[in-house]
């Protein structure tokens, strides 16, 4: 079973960064695309990023292109979510998860997180 750890989250102030890391011992999640999604209170778990493989396969939800970047480092076995210029309403708990492949539904995603927080206010 694939474990996946979060870690980054915290509190920052709208327009600031954070980095988000996902991590998995032996670095199992080298053979794995790698999904965020995040969680706000009363809403729905929605899909923010997916980086297949190849590092050049990626995508983005519409409200976070531009702002957002997903990498890997497959030398650290460490999936990270760059978050730039940050909105309170990005506040959330952010998780990932992975695939066989960047799925288009979020039930191909088998193993997930715990998550983290990310909470951007003044």
């Known amino acids: 079973q694939l474990q996946l750890v979060e870690s980054g989250g915290g509190l920052v102030q709208p327009g600031g960064s954070l980095r988000l890391s996902c991590a998995a011992p032996k670095f199992t999640l080298n053979y794995s695309a790698i999904g965020w999604f995040r969680q706000a209170p009363g809403k729905e778990r929605e899909a923010v990023s997916c980086i297949g493989l190849r590092p050049t396969n990626t995508n983005y939800t519409d409200s976070v292109k531009g702002r957002f970047t997903i990498s890997r480092d497959n030398v650290k076995g460490t999936v990270y979510l760059q978050m730039n210029r940050l909105k309170p309403e990005d506040t959330a708990v952010y998780y990932c998860?992975?695939?066989?492949?960047?799925?288009?539904?979020?039930?191909?995603?088998?193993?997930w997180g715990r998550g983290t927080q990310v909470t951007v206010s003044e």
């Open positions: 998860a992975s695939a066989a492949q960047c799925p288009t539904s979020e039930s191909e995603y088998n193993y």
